[in-house]
């Protein structure tokens, strides 16, 4: 009996072993639920179809011949390049006067 008092009177037993008890084991618990967090965003998340297609060697060669399809059908002759608009500048109303004076030069 005088050794359980002991024992409870003791500060290291009273709170430090809690105290390391609940460090330790909040460390492996939170392990375990990033853990979960991190697998269900791998399984959200998946990869955009066009990303996919970078990636797959087999689809990228599809996804090059669409895009040659797509520029043999431009008229690269006619194309003007028209400056962007200065941070100042008032974006819409600075393309709108940029685009008549293309028309009058073509």
């Known amino acids: 009996m005088l050794n359980l008092k002991t024992l409870q009177r003791n500060k290291t037993l009273k709170y430090g072993v809690p105290m390391l008890l609940l460090i330790v084991g909040g ?4 392990r375990e639920f990033t853990q ?3 697998d269900d965003q ?4 998946g990869l955009d179809p ?3 297609a970078k990636v797959n060697v087999e689809k990228q060669s599809v996804m090059l011949e669409e895009e040659y399809k797509k520029i043999k ?5 006619k194309w003007k390049n028209i400056r962007g608009p200065r941070p100042w500048e008032d ?3 600075y393309q709108e006067q940029q685009r008549p004076k293309q028309d009058t030069k073509g």
């Open 91 to 93: 974006s819409r109303a």
């Open 42 to 45: 791998k399984i959200r998340k």
């Open 27 to 30: 460390s492996f618990g939170l």
């Open 50 to 52: 066009s990303l996919a």
């Open 73 to 77: 059908e431009m008229n690269l002759d």
């Open 36 to 38: 979960l967090r991190y």
